[in-house]
């Protein structure tokens, strides 16, 4: 298995939450098998969330369409403030 982590400084979580669940990337068709939502305890306005695929390459695609066609676009990603962080994990246990 392999997971697609993101993190990033957000605005507003219930705005980018509305952006989330609108799927810009239909995340299913993209391979995703699940996702994790995750926010620090001490920073409301940080999100991690987690993507999992069955093949490296599926995240791949899906981090080089994020980019391409939702992070530089404020309707597509209202809330997002910077560059996201991303790293592509490769199941280990």
Do not use: C
Not at 18 to 26: G, I, K, M, Q, S
Not at 59 to 64: F, I, K, S
Request: hydrophobic share 45%; no cysteine.
């Amino acid at each position: 298995m392999y997971t697609l982590q993101i993190e990033h400084k957000i605005r507003d979580f219930d705005l980018w939450k509305t952006a989330f669940d609108r799927d810009p990337v239909n995340r299913a068709a993209s391979g995703v098998t699940a996702h994790r939502i995750s926010r620090p305890v001490d920073d409301p306005h940080y999100v991690v969330v987690e993507l999992d695929f069955e093949q490296q390459a599926q995240a791949e695609a899906l981090l080089a369409k994020l980019r391409a066609n939702v992070w530089n676009s404020p309707a597509a990603a209202p809330a997002l403030q910077g560059a996201p962080t991303t790293r592509i994990l490769a199941s280990a246990g």
